[in-house]
């Protein structure tokens, strides 16, 4: 079975457990609490009271969850909107050609200045640049290795060796520069942050472009990755 695969089972296994835990001390409390009122007896208002403690917990803990959201999601809701440019923006704006420091390569980004360029620590990227919470960087080998489909499993084999979670879509074909690539998607849960990718893999040089962002945004921003990698030239 695939690692992903079980790691989902067991996540909806996990809290479906959580969620009756929740019910049966929820249904206990709700008893308890009518018997000690009825009853007024001692061992009524005792379990009233325990079974309260967990309910009071969870609330606790569901109100400070709500209120990280709301935080996050305004921390990285400049990516859609705000004063350095917006995703709508960044698919009309003029591009920016950037060449390559080590191969004679040539990718382009819009409204250049909202993107910041990354020294990354590996040096794998030549180079990476990142708008608000997107990345998309290049690395290039200069080293053919005979096909597309040789360097798509090489690039998922580098995520999987970093990832903890992964799954993939199947790699389509495309067009880059009038020379074939192929594109896919990836899953990953890297150093605890779940991400999504999308890879763009070529042979002959042994390019791949590769862009990033977190689950929430991929959808919105994945037609600039797309517009940044169809810029890509390869050297003449």
């Known amino acids: ?6 790691y989902q089972i067991g996540e909806v296994l996990g809290a479906l457990l959580v969620v009756a835990i929740v019910i049966g001390v929820l249904v206990l409390f709700i008893i308890a609490l009518v018997k000690s009122i009825k009853t007024a007896r001692k061992g009524w208002i ?14 606790v803990l569901f109100l400070i969850g709500m209120a990280l959201n709301i935080t996050r999601g305004g921390a ?8 350095s440019g917006s995703v709508s923006d960044l698919l009309t704006a003029s591009m920016t050609p950037v060449p390559g420091s080590a191969i004679g390569y040539q990718i382009s980004y819009p409204m250049i200045d909202s993107w910041k360029k990354l020294d990354p620590s590996n040096g794998a990227f030549d180079p990476l ?12 080998e200069g080293i053919g290795v005979g096909t597309p489909q040789r360097i798509c499993d090489l690039s998922q084999k580098n995520l999987t060796d970093k990832a903890s979670q992964y799954s993939f879509t199947s790699p389509q074909p495309i067009q880059i520069d009038s020379h074939p690539w192929l594109t896919y998607d990836a899953t990953a849960t890297v150093s605890g942050v779940d991400l999504r990718y ?13 862009s990033w962002t977190g689950p929430g945004a991929f959808d919105k921003v994945n037609p600039v990755f797309d517009r940044v990698a169809q810029s890509f030239k390869l050297p003449k």
């Open 1 to 6: 079975m695939d690692n992903s695969i079980a």
């Open 46 to 59: 005792i379990t009233a009271a325990i079974s309260g403690i967990p309910i009071a917990a969870f609330l």
């Open 76 to 83: 990285s809701s400049p990516i859609f909107g705000g004063s």
């Open 129 to 140: 640049y990142n708008f608000h919470d997107a990345y998309v960087g290049v690395i290039a």
């Open 198 to 210: 999308r890879f763009y893999v070529d042979a002959d040089y042994t390019f791949q472009i590769i």
